[in-house]
Every structure is written in C-alpha cells, then in structure tokens.
C-alpha cells in the first residue's frame, strides 16, 4: 500500500520554472526524457521568427549533452515575439540549473548571458502628459 507522501509526490507532476521579460511570462516544465522541446504546444524547431528561435535555444546549445536526458515544455503568453524568446530562454536555464545542482552549468550560462539566470531589470519608460511618448512632447512654434 502506497504511503501518504508517495500519493502527494505522485499528484505534484512535473517541476516548474518560471521566467519573465518586460511583459512576457514564460513557464517550463522538466521532466526526464528524451531531449523534447516544445513551445506552446509546438516543437521547437518550428517556431517562427527564427532570430527568436536561435535566441531560445541559447541555453540548451551552453548546456550540451544535458539536453538529451529532459524533456521541456514551455508556455509563453504576452509581449512580443523576442520578449517571449527572452522569456523562455530564461526559463529553460533556470530548469537546467535547478536539474543539476551544480555550479559547472551555472557558470557557463552566467559567461553565456547573466540576464538568463538573473533576468533583465529594463522596462518601457511610461508615457507622460503633453506629448504622444515617454520623451517626445509637441513643438511650439514662436512665428
């Protein structure tokens, strides 16, 4: 008969990692398998725009060989389509981190990119009064 923590850990499914850049969220779930990535339902390989796709793949190229044993799942929602790679590729390494432990893998990501770990403080100045943008207000002419 099965105990009670066994039950629990057999319901919590697969770890998840969360990563976030300006307004999009990202989250990856791992699990042991056979190196599978999808994207919202769709492998890897054929996510659009490809500058996009090269920069998720970032971190799996700097990890190796660990890529073979897991399997990824990511979700992404919101912002645009590099925001969204950011995202994930943020998720993706924190996932790896996290599976192995130790500090080899962690090092190669933070000389890869250290916002892939850390995240990227930046955000879109927020618009102001007087004016269409953030900075650009509307010209006064004297004639």
Do not use: C
């Not at 999009?24 to 190196?35: E, K, V």
């Not at 060989?65 to 390494?93: C, H, N, P, T």
């Amino acid at each position: 008969m099965p105990t009670a923590t066994t039950k629990a850990q057999a319901k919590k499914g697969p770890k998840l990692y969360s990563g976030a850049r300006k307004t999009a969220r990202a989250t990856a779930a791992i699990t042991p398998g056979g190196g599978r990535i999808r994207v919202n339902g769709t492998p890897v390989e054929l996510w659009e725009p490809e500058p996009a796709r090269l920069h998720l793949l970032g971190p799996v190229q700097v990890v190796g060989e660990l890529r073979e044993k897991y399997d990824l799942d990511v979700s992404v929602s919101g912002g645009g389509f590099m925001g969204q790679a950011d995202a994930a590729a943020m998720a993706i390494a924190r996932a790896f981190v996290d599976q192995v432990r130790g500090s080899e893998v962690k090092d190669r990501l933070n000389a890869y990119n250290k916002y892939l770990l850390s995240g990227d403080p930046r955000q879109a100045e927020p618009k102001k009064f007087g004016g269409p943008g953030a900075r650009r207000k509307r010209q006064k002419s004297y004639r």
